[in-house]
């Protein structure tokens, strides 16, 4: 059967026509607080004022939530008289954002120490194989500015990866914007301390999914691909920082102990990380295995350390990093 012009051409219109409403939507969403991003936004703003006013020379503690919880800024400062601060937040922002954000507050004389999650090693800029809903709603409704950013192709891998419901979401706080949300635990930036670390993560206050942090497993058991592509981004910051007199120190995450952490795949996976930022002139102080810790000593997640053990975790990190601060 014959299809006529008349019917293709109303067919492209409506396409077009449902295309254009969609891409309206969606900038008229930009910069629209949702309830779901309050808590990685005041975080982030409320460590971007705490290193903004720390003097330089200072050291910046940089990386996901296994940064947020697991190393303690009061302490590598109480040790060794350096100002810290921990600029730990949610790896699903990426290495990109992560360390975009850190470009916004270091200042020549500074130290920076990269503690990143080993999925970040794998994750792109705004790659369509990663991004995580978090990120996608967290640069719509909180930095707009970073989306004009970004280049033409990436802000259309944005908007694809933009599900229709977060439109309509969007859309209704526009109007009438969500209630606060209630019962957050632990995840209000009311609790980090002057340091910017996490605090109430007690041992005494896990709550009850701890129990299944044991089976809770990393990418470091499978290894990493062949050429990571997190990699990209943090040579290029670690270009960056080298040419505005950024110091760049890197080590590996916290982690809940397993056996296959210790296997071939995974020793390979940390030695490729050593051998990056050796590469790009950035020292990698400790071993892969010495922030691992038994479950029990996890708050909620397998890179989130309760309060007592990130000061365990933080003293096994001092005896590598404590001389690069003299």
């Not at 077009?16 to 309830?35: C, K, S």
């Not at 109430?200 to 592509?229: D, F, T």
Request: include cysteine; charged fraction near 20%.
């Amino acid at each position: 059967m014959k299809i006529s012009s008349w019917f293709i051409s109303s067919l492209l219109a409506g396409f077009a026509l449902v295309l254009g409403l969609a891409i309206a939507a969606f900038y008229l969403n930009l910069g629209v607080p949702t309830e779901s991003s309050r808590w990685c936004y005041e975080i982030s703003e409320k460590k971007r004022h705490l290193a903004t006013n720390t003097p330089s020379p200072k050291l910046l503690l940089v990386g996901g939530s296994s940064t947020l919880f697991g190393i303690s800024a009061r302490e590598i400062q109480s040790q060794t008289g350096c100002p810290t601060i921990n600029l730990g937040t949610h790896a699903a922002l990426g290495p990109t954002y992560i360390l975009n954000q850190v470009k916004e507050v270091a200042r020549p004389g500074d130290t920076v120490l990269l503690t990143l999650e080993y999925e970040l090693y794998t994750y792109g800029k705004l790659d369509p194989g990663w991004a995580d809903k978090l990120v996608v709603d967290y640069i719509i409704a909180r930095d707009p500015v970073f989306f004009h950013g970004l280049s033409r192709a990436e802000q259309w891998n944005l908007f694809m990866l933009t599900p229709a419901q977060r439109l309509k979401r969007g859309l209704k706080n526009l109007r009438k914007p969500e209630r606060r949300g209630e019962n957050m635990g632990v995840y209000e930036a009311s609790f980090l301390n002057e340091w910017g670390d996490q605090t109430h993560h007690l041992q005494a206050a896990r709550p009850p999914k701890a129990a299944q942090i044991a089976q809770m497993r990393s990418l470091l058991g499978q290894g990493l691909p062949e050429v990571p592509k997190g990699f990209d981004a943090i040579a290029s910051f670690c270009k960056w920082a080298q040419t505005n007199h950024i110091r760049v120190l890197a080590t590996y995450p916290n982690i809940c102990e397993q056996p296959e952490y210790h296997l071939p795949r995974a020793k390979q996976a940390a030695q490729t990380i050593r051998d990056f930022f050796t590469a790009h002139n950035v020292p990698v102080l400790g071993d892969y295995t010495e922030p691992m810790l038994p479950p029990d000593q996890f708050f909620d997640t397998m890179y989130h350390l309760t309060e007592e053990a990130s000061l365990t975790r933080t003293r096994r990190l001092l005896v590598h990093l404590g001389p690069c601060l003299k």
